[in-house]
């Protein structure tokens, strides 16, 4: 029996560590992981990863705002869980309870989890996030490349965190050859929010592949405000993706300095540009409440 209140004022790190490792009360385990992330140091970063594999969703959540407290001393051995898929087999595997534990990522969406190994990567993406440490960005890019679906998305949510920082080795990911590595990373550029990203995405939307063009698109629409000019300056390049994707964008941002441009594409472009346009247009003025203004393009 672990008295954690007890350990927690005698600041018994080693107590606490017996207590996260050892009890079988979840509560019991959770207590010790967050009083770890109060107290503890570089000691605590072994246990608390070892947690991360715990089959208990509260104790695997307490175990990772603790390693984000701590930090630095957590990055290095986060890092080598993203690098390499077998550093988990490092630490002593939980019971599991029989039923594959549930994971809570960005936008409270939640999915399964096979093994203790898949957490503890999948939480070191998110903790790497938390921590906002530049040595963990190439790792995280890195692990956008890697087979777990969900390792993938929850280090696409961390390296957004870093802004600017990650822009370079996402803009280098967009020259990937496999077009799912470049959809990932054109979604990452837009998570980011920053404007040095708005560059790479309108190049994007010269991909050779659907999927990237849309990727990139729908990034260029997140990234609001920032890529309005940029926008309205590639309904005027030669490429027709780009006129149809920047118009499109354009549309879904609402920024009324866009009519102008839109109005020239609806003008000087083919039947398709010219309904995109349109439709852009009459969207933006729905938004100003000025549709009522527009004059009726047919009788």
């Known amino acids: 029996m672990f008295n954690i209140d007890l350990l927690r004022a005698e600041k018994n790190i080693d107590g ?3 207590a996260l490792r050892s009890s079988g009360d979840g509560l019991t385990r959770q207590r ?24 208990l969703t509260a104790v695997r959540e307490a175990a990772a705002d603790s390693l984000a407290l701590l930090g630095s001393p957590a990055v290095e051995p986060l890092v080598e869980l993203l690098d390499n898929p077998e550093a988990s087999g490092k630490y002593d595997e939980t019971a599991t309870t029989g039923e594959a534990p549930t994971v809570t990522g960005p936008g409270g969406q939640t999915w399964e989890i096979e ?10 993406a998110a903790i790497l996030g938390e921590i906002n440490d530049p040595a963990a960005v ?8 890697d087979r777990n679906d969900d390792l993938r998305y929850q280090a696409s949510g961390a390296i957004a965190k870093f802004g600017r920082g990650a822009v370079e080795p996402l803009r280098r990911m967009l ?3 496999d077009p799912e590595i ?8 837009g998570e980011s929010g920053d404007p040095s990203a708005v560059e790479p995405l309108i190049e994007a939307l010269r991909d050779s592949d659907d999927g990237v063009r849309g990727a990139a698109a729908g990034a260029l629409m997140r990234m609001g405000d920032a890529a309005v000019e940029p926008l309205i300056t590639a309904t005027k390049d030669a490429d027709r993706n780009v006129r149809l994707y920047a ?6 941002i609402g920024d009324p300095r866009a009519i102008d441009a839109l109005e020239d594409l609806a003008r000087s472009g083919d039947e398709t540009e010219r309904s995109v ?20 393009t047919s009788r």
């Open 115 to 124: 093994t203790a190994r898949d957490l503890r990567r999948v939480y070191a």
């Open 138 to 145: 190439e790792p995280l890019v890195r692990a956008l490349r």
């Open 32 to 55: 010790a992981a967050l009083a770890l992330g109060d107290l503890g140091g570089p000691e605590a970063v072994r246990p608390l990863i070892r947690a991360l594999g715990d089959p």
């Open 182 to 189: 470049r959809i990932v990373a054109a979604g990452a550029l």
């Open 175 to 177: 020259a990937d050859q």
């Open 247 to 252: 118009a499109g964008a354009l549309k879904y």
């Open 277 to 296: 346009a349109e439709d852009a247009i009459e969207a933006i003025r729905m938004v100003r409440g000025e549709a009522a203004l527009s004059p009726p």
């Open 16 to 18: 606490l560590i017996e």
